[in-house]
């Protein structure tokens, strides 16, 4: 009787040191995917945020002489309270957008000086 001629083969040890190597990769690339999503999400919905002030600040330097008046909305995941009050020589205008965690996105400030 012969010896059984010895193959090259990975043992049981090595196999499973590669799986938890594996494993741990997988594992780091989920992590970054999830944190690469929120931030994502994120910008999104400063960029919303942006847009609605500017489109709301551009309607109000539209039409000079505004009087006090303030107003909130809900739309897109993303709540909003405003208000433009007169000030000498023009207006006041604030504007705080709030995501659906009540999380503060953006927050603005501007005083509108009208043309005479």
Do not use: K, Q
């Not at 012969?2 to 494993?23: C, D, K, N, Q, S």
């Not at 945020?49 to 909130?72: I, K, M, N, P, Q």
């Not at 999380?103 to 005083?111: I, K, N, P, S």
């Amino acid at each position: 009787m012969g010896r059984m001629p010895r193959r090259a083969a990975f043992t049981l040890i090595e196999v499973l040191m590669a799986l938890v190597v594996l494993a741990a990769a997988a594992s780091a690339l989920a992590a970054t995917l999830t944190a690469d999503r929120r931030m994502r999400d994120a910008a999104t919905a400063r960029v919303d945020a942006a847009r609605r002030v500017r489109d709301r600040l551009e309607r109000f330097a539209a039409r000079c002489g505004v009087t006090d008046t303030s107003g909130s909305a809900v739309a897109s995941g993303l709540s909003d309270a405003w208000r433009a009050a007169p000030v000498a020589g023009g207006w006041r205008f604030t504007d705080s957008v709030r995501a659906a965690t009540g999380a503060e996105v953006l927050a603005v400030a501007a005083t509108v000086r009208c043309a005479p």
